[in-house]
Each structure stands twice: as C-alpha cells, then as structure tokens.
C-alpha cells in the first residue's frame, strides 16, 4: 500500500521530500477533484492526504464519498478543525475528545 498526497505545489515538494512518490499537484478546483478521482481509482493508494482546506472546497457530494471511503482511508490535516472527523471519534469512542 501507498500514500498520495493532492495539492498544492508546496505541499507536494514537502511529502516528495518525505518521500511520498504519489503526491499530485493541482491549482484549480477541477483539477484537484480529477486527480482526487484518479488517486481512488489507484488500487496501490492505501492512503490518501488531503489539506483540511482543500477538503472542504471539494462538491458535498465528493466529500460524502471520501468520508465513507475506506480505501484508500482519506486524512485532511491542517490547522482548521474538522467537525466531520470529531464527530467520527465521538461516535466510535463515546467521547468528545476535543472538550
């Protein structure tokens, strides 16, 4: 199983430099849905990364798909909370972590 990272340039350099092969770089929002949907097509990508950011300005409709996807697991990280995965924990463990 792989990682994949999609993003912007910056962040790509960064998980090249970690060395993630798989990172994408995108600037416009189509682009960044299109290769999001080569990446699940990609059956050696365990893992995809997202920016907190980026994730939330993909459709409702791609975010439902990605937060219910098991393969590849989707990750957003970031500096902005993600009410989405807090809810998540919340219901797997029965406590709200983040109180």
């Known amino acids: ?21 798989k990172a994408y770089p995108t600037k416009t929002d189509e ?3 299109s290769k999001i949907n080569d990446v699940m097509a990609d059956s050696n990508v365990g ?10 300005r993909l459709p409702k ?15 957003s990280i970031g500096t902005e ?9 919340k219901r797997a463990i029965g406590v709200d972590l983040w109180k």
């Not at 999609?6 to 993630?20: C, E, K, Q, R």
Request: negative net charge.
């Open 31 to 33: 682009e960044l849905v």
């Open 61 to 75: 409709r791609m975010q439902g798909q990605l937060s219910e996807s098991t393969r590849p697991t989707i990750i």
């Open 81 to 89: 909370q993600s009410t989405e995965l807090r809810e998540k924990i």
């Open 47 to 56: 893992i995809l990364v997202l920016k907190q950011s980026d994730y939330n």
């Open 1 to 21: 199983m792989e990682i994949a990272f999609v993003g912007d340039i910056n962040a790509v350099l960064g998980f090249n430099l970690a060395g993630i092969k």
